[in-house]
């Protein structure tokens, strides 16, 4: 078969369903009210998260593929959704243990779930972005 | 002006994120575990919801609206969305006490407190839509 | 071929830009801002409206189709989409010449205008919805 | 547990991508062209199926659920999705074998498979929406 | 807390409604129908405007933030939605004054009312993205 | 008029639905199934394919454009769209011949398709966008 050379970024979407809250532990409920608004609700509040993985690499001659996209949405699956989904991201996330629960942070630690994962698929982590309403996302590039 | 007459629905779509857990109290974890799955997690989970409100109505000859979207907005906000929104659905919503918190109770507990309002704005209350994921949703008509 | 008997309804979903302005002519600037909030600015404003047009009826034994969608289609755009994209409601748009520019009014207008093209095509007009916005909608029966 | 009555509609959401042409087997390549268009080409082409079940019934007391949609879900997949996505729905789908393929018929087909799973649920069936494209999309209600 | 070190993009989403047209004032009517098309309609047409602006920067220690979101959008809306919704961009937007109405001109003015604000908040503005349809939209990064 | 200087990015969304099979034909079916999973079905299968086209370029002084979205429109579906909506990737597009028809490759031929197209629109070609399903997408920058 003919093959194309070229850079190609790839972007697998999954989602999860999870509580949080945004609060500093030091801080009084009230003082966590004034910094964080009606997110620190001590009671929980809880979002539809959606998360986009997007990989990078040249075009494998003998797949077409970047990377296979069932074997990342798989990977995707085992180190985050089942450990983000149907879960309180404050208090069973593993890899957000200590960390103030933003999607800015959620973003970051997400990248560091899969950097080396996508590296074993010889592909490049590119980029996460995490969305978390429709009005408001965030994307972390790894700098 | 020249005027239409006409039955004619409206719908207004808002949004809230908010935290609940499916269970019932008499259970134990494992026993709600079994009945309602990963949605009994007891450290609860959430979800961005999409509330949709149809009303009917004849069109006003004044105004060429069956009601004002803006007045139904206002209605759906400081009945529902002020109350749901960055909330606890189990532990923090009045109309949803002593109720299992699945979308199906919330929905009809949503018309229960929006039918007397739109019937204020001289308009019938025709659905609930009520969107839990974009893969689940509920309707309900008063029935 | 074996043949389904069976009432389907078929929806097309159609697009058109305009601008409008609620207003009626017979009151001030002040009382129609009082009236219609800020749809009445004279200066007017506009929409990206959706147009979904449902048709119904018997599954065609030698198309499988209850309309052509094509056919339907090229109706849609020729008697609205024509007639309403990059144009003035109030100004420009025959079939609303004389009536308020609500989204209300201009469904049960565009109904009027398919209903016996629907019927040509052997098919029942069964529901106009036009969406103004991702947040307002309205249907129309032809009740 | 308070207990809500009421008749709750729930819609489940699901996906298939499927190769299908439209053709009769008794016409030439040009007379099926002349009443099918583009989407007769011989060669065939495909769709990103969007399909949505909705069931009706009473809201259970003891789940709050007028249905379990994991199970709804399972039984779409295992009836519909595993047969029909990534296939040729003129070749390969047992249910539409002798059929034209049209949204039409594949709507109907959809629901003659689903109607007697679904009452095993204590449900019953209200609708089988297809949507083809971004545009074009079909409803069935068993009528 | 544990802090994450990085350099994050944040995006808010905003709508607007508002009519607006394309042309010269210096071309006649045919003239400018000539170059802008259906867009030089003078009687005005109208969109519902999508402006995404996504903002970068390190996350805030104590907040786990790169900007509160709430804050940028309170900035968007004094700035750019309350002087553009319901509005017309080529008659009633002060910083549209003497530009051609394009998607193009309006990303990049409403990125210099913008650039300052967001410096602001201890954060840079990164793109201006602007959709004035479904189909057609802009992207402007200072540049 | 006033002129403002800046590059901007412009992107014009496309669709086409096509029929197409991952394999390499020195392969048996059986390995085919092993390397592309159900992607591989003999009897094909399709999507609908978004394609989302971004160029970059200075501001027009006449026009306020970097480049006629219509006009962009037009080149897309001559050169594009019109050869591979409702026809076979592998059978019917000359230039995806002897290529792995995956979405890397599609973007990567379609890029090499518009280049030169979009240089004589006095813009530069900057992505092609190409989505497969609403969970995998694909970017090419030409690198």
Same mark, same amino acid.
């Given at each position: 078969?003919?093959?194309?050379?070229?850079?190609?970024?790839?972007?697998?979407?999954?989602?999860?369903?999870?509580?949080?809250?945004?609060?500093?532990?030091?801080?009084?409920?009230?003082? =966590?009210?004034?910094?964080?608004?009606?997110?620190?609700?001590?009671?929980?509040?809880?979002?539809?998260?959606?998360?986009?993985?997007?990989?990078?690499?040249?075009?494998?001659?003998?797949?077409?593929?970047?990377?296979?996209?069932?074997?990342?949405?798989?990977?995707?699956?085992?180190?985050?959704?089942?450990?983000?989904?149907?879960?309180?991201?404050?208090?069973?996330?593993?890899?957000?243990?200590?960390?103030?629960?933003?999607?800015?942070?959620?973003?970051?630690?997400?990248?560091?779930?899969?950097?080396?994962?996508?590296?074993?698929?010889?592909?490049?982590?590119?980029?996460?972005?995490?969305?978390?309403?429709?009005? =408001?996302?965030?994307?972390?590039?790894?700098?």
């Amino acid at each position: 078969m003919l093959h194309f050379m070229g850079l190609v970024y790839i972007t697998r979407k999954e989602h999860f369903n999870a509580a949080h809250r945004l609060f500093r532990p030091e801080l009084s409920d009230e003082e =966590n009210l004034e910094v964080f608004g009606k997110c620190s609700n001590p009671k929980w509040h809880g979002h539809n998260y959606t998360l986009l993985v997007t990989v990078k690499g040249e075009v494998n001659k003998k797949t077409g593929f970047v990377a296979n996209l069932k074997e990342l949405s798989n990977v995707i699956n085992d180190r985050i959704i089942s450990k983000m989904d149907h879960r309180n991201v404050n208090l069973e996330v593993d890899f957000m243990e200590g960390k103030l629960a933003s999607t800015e942070n959620m973003a970051i630690a997400i990248w560091k779930e899969l950097e080396s994962e996508v590296k074993k698929m010889n592909a490049t982590l590119h980029c996460i972005r995490l969305e978390e309403t429709e009005k =408001n996302s965030v994307e972390y590039y790894g700098e």
